[in-house]
């Protein structure tokens, strides 16, 4: 409504003022000639005052009145124009546009339907834009903008209208977040405008490759091996990072970052860090740059051989750890190898990480070093005295230990001597005369035995026991008690296909062969024995070398019956008294093969009456001469009926 009131006015201070012009030209005094000429200036005059004003045009207005929301600007039309003052504003919406102020604006129309002229300050400003942008199109200059968003394809810039920036053409490398560059203003080149439609390409790469080329130049002058340059880290890769030395890239491979071990170029370099590198070597034909780091100090091995002789205790921390020992760097760029048979004097270790951890801090001492190979070996027991050295003066061949035990195996246990030192009892050294298949049949982890020491191996690390020899060892005085032929009585302690063995008097063992057990080559010794079971049995051999003993339960039974069957027969021809059918009774009575539960097969009873038979025949042979010799009677005959008598009669 103020508008309208303001228009208002306008238009009747404007029809006044000509109203009064012609009222003038009109009433003027007779007496005062009126020429035609002079009114046909006057029109001229006006009509030229308007003729640079055109519509769709930029136009210079002078600010006449200030409004509460927007600003009277006269233009030297017949009538003023409003443009509201938020079309004046800065970034931070402030207006500070005054009365007297001379602005350019954009003439849209002379009059609307209610007389006024429109003006606009901001089609006014796009209006220059596109001139600007016309003009640096044509003179290849560059122009401001700011990023204001993401979309298909690039990013949209507003350099006065809004503009499009593809995404190849943002930077002279792929960009993969292109939200950080939102907000960001950087300077482009216009690659192609239409003004009608509203339409900008524009492009930061073209710049970015300007200038490159620029410093490329430059940079080629100084190019040369051996030459010490700035740079910032482009691109990391496994194999190392690429620099940038200003128009030029360079090749910084992994392997030149440090004289020490790199994993990966990330844990020494970052993206954008600017880093000092050295021209290692250049191929100015291809124009390849490759850099070093490291160069640009000495090498560590040329002066580790004076720094760590032999012997030389140092510290250094645990970088990587293999199964057969651990890497640990002394100083950057110098590696060496701690051993797993180099970490402790008395532990076995089956693998570094028993010991040590990736990072670990260490103490070590220097074994060996290999300039020429660069290799140091290092130890890390050698740090603490070794132990064995104290073993042999403080457990003599022939002490007697106490001991827990710590570990029982297939070939014996091991025995705790002292911290960490373990002393093992052979199987073969746990008992004279038992024969243990495995040491877990008398002993238990945990348990405290006593036992003698055997041998102490320093250089080996190994400490002999033996459990057996808290005794006397019983075959020193088994010839002095048995010898072969003797009868003895046993235990049978263990059942094998091929024979028995038998526990003897003082725990030595014999064995008695299966061809030994019984007559009856049918039988197997679980059908005669079984374990437990008490016996007697002859002595055929002694081996005292190999600790062997044969014995024969079918021997001695053999010998029985002969001594049982000579005894009867020389009894009864004392006595004048022979009847063979008592013999026979008797020697299959006395027969050890015998079954008390059960009847003797008819085959059996015939093998033993023969058997018998010839035995009579034999002693019946022998007694008389025994007596003869002894009595001094005269021989008898035996009658001939007794000798060839049936046994079945």
Known sequence: MEENNITTTNEEQESSKFEEASEEFQSADTDQEFEDEDFGNFEEMYEESIKDVKVGGIVKGKVIQMNPD???????????????????????GNCTLKVGDEVDVFLERYEDENGNIQLSRIKAERLKVWEDIKRIYDEELSIPGTITGKVKGGLSVDIGVPAFLPGSQIDLKPIRNLDKLIGE??????????????????????????????????????????????????????????????????????????????????????????????????????????????????????????????????????????????????????????????????????????????????????LSVDIEKRRISLGMKQVEPNPWDTLIDKYPIGTKIEGEIKNITDFGIFVGIESDIDGLVHISDISWSKRLKHPGEEFTKGQTIQAVVLNLDKENQRFSLGIKQLQEDPWETISKKVIAGDNVNGKVTNLTDFGAFVELEDGVEGLVHISEVTADKNKKPEDVLKVGDQITAKVLNINYDDRKIAL?????????????????????????????????????????????????????????????????????????????????????EVPESAKSADPAE
């Open 70 to 92: 927007s600003a009277v600007i006269d233009i030297g039309y017949k009538s003023e124009g409003q443009v509201p003052l938020n079309q004046f504003t800065d970034a931070q």
């Open 185 to 366: 203003t950087f300077d482009f080149r216009v690659l192609k405008h239409n003004q009608k439609r509203n339409n900008v390409v524009i492009s930061r790469r073209a710049l970015l490759e300007k200038e490159r080329e620029a410093l490329k130049e430059v940079l080629l002058t100084k190019l040369q091996e051996g030459a010490v340059l700035e740079g910032i880290v482009k691109n990391i890769t496994d194999y190392g990072a690429f620099i940038d030395l200003g128009g030029l890239d360079g090749l910084l491979h992994i392997t030149d970052i440090s004289w020490g071990r790199v994993n990966h170029p990330s844990e020494r370099l970052t993206v954008g860090s600017e880093v000092t590198v050295k021209i290692i070597k250049y191929d100015e034909e291809k124009q390849r740059v490759s850099l070093g780091m490291k160069q640009l100090k000495e090498d560590p091995w040329a002066s580790a051989g004076e720094k760590y002789p032999e012997g030389t205790k140092v510290k250094g921390k645990v970088l990587s750890i293999k199964d057969y020992g651990a890497f640990v760097e002394i100083e950057e760029g110098i590696e060496s190898l701690v051993h797993v048979s180099e970490m402790s004097w008395t532990k076995k270790i089956k693998h570094p990480s028993q010991v040590v951890s990736v990072g670990d801090e260490i103490e070590a001492i220097v």
């Open 552 to 636: 024969s339960i079918k021997g001695y039974l053999e010998e029985k019956e002969k001594l049982e069957t000579g005894e009867y027969m020389s009894d009864s021809f004392q006595k004048g008294k022979v009847c063979l059918g008592e013999i026979l009774q008797q020697a299959t009575s006395a027969s050890p093969t015998a079954d008390a539960d059960t009847e003797a097969s008819d085959e059996k009873d015939e093998k033993d009456v023969a058997a018998a038979e010839a035995e009579i025949e034999t002693k019946a042979d022998e007694v008389p001469e025994q007596e003869s010799e002894t009595t001094g009677e005269t021989k008898e």
